[in-house]
């Protein structure tokens, strides 16, 4: 069982940055990935990243948010630039592990604010 736990979020302006980082427990030998929930829309994907360094990213957030792991420390990062009021949300990490059958793991999230 892998825990996941996110830091970073917090309140900016419009403009501003924020580092989110999340700390896994174990290994993170998979697929990790930064979603978000706005309040009243469904959870999102934001970005993601495998463990061969491949990311993807939302269109939404392309050229701003940049997604980032050291497996050395089990941790994975989400800079995130330029941020706009549409970015406000709560984010969650998420660990997908392929074995014999997919298994997600989630962190609690954190909030991010920007005001305009």
């Known amino acids: 069982q892998v825990q996941l736990v996110e830091s970073g979020g917090g309140l900016v302006q419009a403009g501003g940055s924020l580092r989110l980082s999340c700390a896994a427990s174990?290994?993170?030998?998979?697929?990790m990935g930064w979603y978000r929930q706005a309040q009243g829309k469904q959870r999102e994907l934001v970005a993601a990243?495998?463990?061969?360094?491949?990311?993807n990213y939302a269109d939404s957030v392309k050229g701003r948010f940049t997604i980032s792991r050291d497996d050395a420390k089990n941790t994975v990062y989400l800079q995130m630039n330029s941020l706009k009021p549409e970015d406000t949300a709560v984010y969650y990490c998420?660990?997908?592990?392929?074995?014999?059958?997919?298994?997600?793991?989630w962190g609690q999230g954190t909030q991010v604010t920007v005001s305009s």
């Open positions: 174990g290994s993170i030998f998979g697929i």
């Open positions: 990243i495998t463990a061969g360094g491949s990311t």
């Open positions: 998420n660990l997908k592990v392929f074995g014999l059958a997919r298994t997600d793991y």
